[in-house]
């Protein structure tokens, strides 16, 4: 059985640091490609003896399998085993909490998602107690589903968490304050029967941030790029050199609460004229003459901007000039590679992506802007949950020593 040790050994333990560090060494070697432990071995520059013992210690631990006789090298010889990451070892699972629905699945360690359950579910205003009971439920039968104990568990939530991946400060679209979401889901699954899923690892993040982190990992997103997305706030994640900039507190990326127009409608931040109050879900719906409809607003509006619903297109239009705007700020002072469309806007970027394009040519300061610079996920709406599964399987791959037979 697979258990999670405490943080990194000290001390006189400083061998057993750096056997750590040679075993996250070796398995991230794997992890690239296959490859026989003599290829391991020229590519680390440790022993073939070591190599051989760290690869023992990774077969037993169930993350590495032998596949057979490893591609040709060239040299004389028979060629060696070839070793690749088990497919059948302990993969990543995930969670999300979205305003109007509810996610889990299981992401192996080669990255192939395992299980995927989705409810739609309408959780605005409902107690934390019973979405966190509905959703362990979700979350116990795709792990169920899957096979393998998973080596942690990780939730997505549509708010503002702490650096401590424990507690939500604010959720203004489900009405949530100072929730403590790893204690209150780790209750749920134990009352679900789940008593061990409840054991494992567990940390929140902001959704926006693990689909901006699953665009880098799984969606060939550039070292550096903006990802903007909503479902029915919005959200953005900021990547420099492929990692994450989470800010001082954690609540880096607010780009829904950036200001568009001061002199506009006050938001439920208690601020006026920020991007959601012209690019959100309610302020879209209101502009598309839909407002207080219920359901998949996204498919909604998409349906009809396809049918060729003019007043849809003229109210997603008025979306992606808001969106431009604020991106422009963004892209001003952080100079990405990329704007990304992620979320709900990868399925409305036809019609969001002309007024995008006037507001950042007319406002980059560094010109001409390139059209190309902007750019729509290919993860779209499933990116926060395969972001949140992704990151349980990416902790494994860089310290395997925390999980021992």
């Known amino acids: 059985m697979m258990r999670e040790t405490d943080g990194a050994p000290t001390g006189p333990a400083s061998q057993q640091g750096m056997r750590r560090a040679n075993l996250a060494l070796v398995l991230g070697a794997i992890a690239r490609a296959p490859r026989s432990r003599a290829e391991v071995a020229a590519g680390t520059g440790l022993t073939r003896a070591a190599v051989s013992s760290l690869a023992e210690e990774l077969i037993g631990a169930g ?32 969670a999300e909490i979205g305003v109007e629905h509810l996610g889990a699945c299981v992401v192996d360690l080669r990255g ?61 679209n489900l009405g949530w304050e100072e929730v403590p979401l790893a204690a209150e889901l780790r209750l749920a699954l134990r009352a679900a029967g789940a008593g061990e899923l409840a054991e494992l690892p567990l940390r929140a993040d902001n959704e926006a ?29 900021i990547v420099v050199e492929g990692r994450l900039l989470r800010g001082a507190r954690g609540f880096a990326g607010e780009l829904g609460h950036v200001p568009v127009r001061p002199d506009g409608p006050r938001c439920a931040c208690g601020a006026h004229g920020c991007l959601e109050q012209y690019a959100g879900e309610v302020a879209v719906l209101r502009a598309a003459g839909l407002e207080g409809i219920r359901g998949d607003w996204v498919a909604l509006l998409a349906e009809r901007a396809e049918a060729g619903d003019e007043e849809v297109r003229r109210a997603l239009a008025g979306a992606g000039a808001a969106l431009g705007i ?16 992620g979320g709900g806007y990868a399925q409305l970027a036809p019609w969001l992506l002309p007024a995008m394009r006037a507001e950042l040519a007319a406002r980059v300061t560094v010109r001409p802007w390139a059209d190309e610079r902007l750019t729509v996920s290919r993860l779209g709406r499933r990116g926060p949950l395969l972001g949140a599964a992704a990151g349980v399987v990416r902790s494994v791959l860089a310290d395997p020593g925390r999980l021992e037979a």
């Open 326 to 341: 604020a991106s422009a700020g963004a892209v001003n002072l952080l100079d990405p590679a990329e704007v990304v469309l």
């Open 209 to 237: 941030n693990l689909g901006g982190l699953a665009e880098r990992w799984l969606g060939g997103g550039p070292a550096h790029f903006l990802h903007v997305s909503a479902e029915a706030g919005i959200g953005s994640a």
């Open 63 to 94: 993350l590495v399998v032998e596949e057979g006789p490893a591609a040709p090298s060239g040299k004389v010889g028979r060629p060696g085993t070839a070793l690749g990451l088990n497919p059948d070892g302990p993969g990543g699972l995930g």
């Open 112 to 172: 192939e998602v395992r299980s995927w359950h989705r409810q739609e579910i309408r959780n605005r205003g409902r107690r934390p107690a019973a979405v966190m009971a509905d959703l362990a439920e979700l979350v116990r039968r795709a792990a169920a589903e899957a096979g393998p104990r998973p080596a942690g568990l990780a939730l997505a939530v549509p708010g503002l968490v702490g650096i401590d991946g424990a507690l939500l400060q604010r959720a203004a």
